[in-house]
């Protein structure tokens, strides 16, 4: 895919079609890549559709240059906080 730029400011104008693109491109293995970090399936695919909803949200505030680094980078970031939230909650 990595028309990164092209996709990118159609997605900035509100196109949805390709957002979907990047939506169905992507979906799976960030969910892979999320459930490597989160050993949960269903933290992992939460943690990705939260990413694109709120991606979708702010499109036209992103300014993103190569939109591969951007995903992965991003549900690192929220699989790791996911993790830290995780583990600072104590058992009852």
Same mark, same amino acid.
């Not at 895919?1 to 693109?21: V, Y």
């Not at 293995?29 to 990705?48: G, H, P, Q």
């Given at each position: ?10 997605? #900035?104008?509100?196109?949805? !079609?390709?957002? *979907?693109?990047?939506?169905?491109? $992507? $979906?799976? #293995?960030?969910? *892979?890549?999320?459930? %490597? ?7 992992? =695919? *939460?943690? /990705? !559709?939260?990413?694109? /909803? ?10 993103? !240059?190569?939109?591969?680094? $951007? %995903?992965?980078? =991003? ?8 993790? =830290?939230?995780?583990?600072? /909650? *104590?058992?009852?």
């Amino acid at each position: 895919m990595e028309k990164s730029p092209d996709i990118i400011s159609l997605i #900035r104008q509100g196109n949805k !079609q390709a957002f *979907e693109t990047l939506f169905i491109e $992507y $979906y799976a #293995r960030l969910c *892979e890549y999320s459930f %490597l970090l989160t050993k949960d399936k269903e933290a992992a =695919s *939460e943690i /990705v !559709q939260d990413f694109f /909803v709120k991606l979708w949200e702010n499109q036209k505030k992103i300014n993103i !240059q190569a939109i591969k680094p $951007y %995903l992965f980078k =991003s549900i690192h970031n929220n699989s790791i906080k996911y993790i =830290s939230k995780k583990n600072s /909650v *104590e058992p009852i």
